[in-house]
């Protein structure tokens, strides 16, 4: 029943990413951690999105063996796993291949915190992994982009930095669980267009002041938010 | 009654903001006054917009006191009531993280007017804000927000200009009625969107001619307008 | 009933505009004439596409007074009628403020023939009127406008040439009748963004050659076309 | 009936075109080959995508005679022909005027393999076309389109290059049948437009190395694909 639920949760999560325009064909994944059990239910790899169910959502212990579904998972799994077991606050992961934010991964370009829209959800610039070497990229080379991952982000916390490109690649993003990971995909993406225009507008524009950006992020995140309602 | 219909054209307004496409999940925000009253109607903080309804609007009065609604409004609260207890030719105020407005917004570069869909329905370029002091924004931060798009309007019209872009942040803008500030958004960002392009073409294009600004917002606005039908 | 016929498709390619993405609000027009009988239907002036009927169409001479209707006609039948008078081939005429048409009418840049898609359309580049002077401007606007464009266009076929730039304003576009003229709009905004994107990619691209201009253009008008399907 | 499975195919491909938003009126057109019979079935020439049905398909032989259908068949047809008869295991063609694959053409400049979307489909960079000469369009222009193409790819092989640009005109597609030629066009469009913006962003970005173009393209195609479902 709960594995009912997080397939359910997580196979809601992959078409949004569809709904909200992000995906072309296969692309992109969005996995789900139930933390306790220690099962991740993961998009199947290769399976359109017009005809994901719960069912078909793939079962898997923190280690990548599959427990429970017939179908192969994402082939980008051990990047999603990698994540899961280096960072306990994390429940969900989501891969896309978004138009901007891939343009910056490609373009091998952190982006800047331009504005408050960025300050909202991101306390810094997004920043942009380095390229991989030769021996990454053959053996092991989706857990070796979990690594590369884990040694970009370094000591940033999860909810400081809920989001990150892959150089040469595209973005990954992850939250509390599969819901908010693909939020952050969407935020990633708005943010990543207006980063581009700013750019275009003003090519040496820097970063919005600290206290500007302390105050965005404080608005919606810890002890000094303000934003929204109170929790139910 | 009338907070009634002040709270139905309130939500209308805002969901009007989402059908055009201008907000992602929570982001914008819309109010009303009912002058004669000193009631102000805005969106609940943090709300998604296919769950607004005229119901969940709050009603304050002019010094930003609810007097009715069990959510809280807008987290831009106070930068609307300095708007509207400044101006008083205003009845309506929106503001959002439009795409392109938000970029020349976060290039800190004002729009300047480069055509006749512009002059139109604004009477000179859009002005953009000083950024904002440290101390401004640590404290009464939407309220100095406030301050200081009055400062930069100084004493130009609220006809003449319905919207300024505020420096590393977005746009607001208004008008006699909630609809109306709406409207102005929607142009405001076709209009960014239009002087993006026009930049990218002829990077040194400069205003149009005074003449011509006058003749269009002429045939649009004041007792020279020819443009529309008589008032029924 | 010619009348209605001509109200009917006036009403139709003013909604085909809507459709088609290309008019915000109230902006843009499309007008139809009937030749033998020297009656012009036009969209009247300041209504929205969502409440166009064939009974709001208004009915003008050449001369543009109104024989039929109670709505004002848009404030740009002048320009239309300047275009009916001087040109015999011309049956319908649309004015839009198109996004990327705009741009290069607000960079008061020509659009170069830089491939085979505009090429099918249009017999050159499509050319940008000089800027109106002041007179021009304060008296007589929108006759002076489609006196301008008549001065541009000079000697070049409306068959040949079926849309303009009006500098610091937006495109016009013509045709043999109102479908036509709308078919221009909608293909001249495509060729303008592939223009636009053309440039930025290779800001010294040149036209293509006469011979390919002239193959592509002659696939599709006049006696050596060989596209589409013979007329029933 | 082989032929009537052939023309759904082929109609389906088509629709799907247009569906998939890369095509503006009658532009574009999808081809189908059943090469045991020798059988191709194509677009009609300027029929609108709402009026394409199966029994408007025009079925030829490979020398380009129609053998059913009473519409005239593509104007692009040469061009599918001489790609069928030169490349024994292309099933499909595809032509299209999409946006930025087609300014890439129009700039005649070929999209380098600048990340891992496009190294997932195409192994390296998309080629453009020489401009043809004088002789090549007054004559033949469609055959010698093909030839063009044909020249252009030398011994590359069709499953590592499944498209091209065709210098100032637009791209082509293939694969083993319609649909992958379709799907190639659509993945075309989405890599060009990511190319278009890491351009902007950085203007001297150079191709991904080569192990990582081997990696992904090997991930889903040949002996060494892991990605997506074993064929049932």
Redesign the interface.
Known sequence: MQADKLRNEVCTANLELARRGLV????GNVSGLDRERGIVAIK????SYDRLTPETMVLLNLEGDVIEGT??PS?DTPTHMALYRARPDIGGVAHT?S??A????????PIPC????HADHFHGGIPVTR??T?EE??DN?EANTGRVILETLDNQSSIDMPAILVA???PFSWGKDCQAAV?NS??LE?VA??????????PE?GA??R??LD?HFG?KHGPTA?????EA
């Open positions: 072309t064909y296969t692309w199947p790899s290769g399976v179908l192969n082939s291949h138009t901007y891939t343009a910056f991964a490609q373009a091998c370009t331009l504005g408050t829209t390229r991989m030769e990229v053959t080379y040469n690649h595209g939020k969407v935020v708005s267009l207006m980063a581009f225009l700013t750019r275009n507008l003003s524009q919005i002041p206290y500007l105050r608005r303000y934003y929204g309602q109170p």
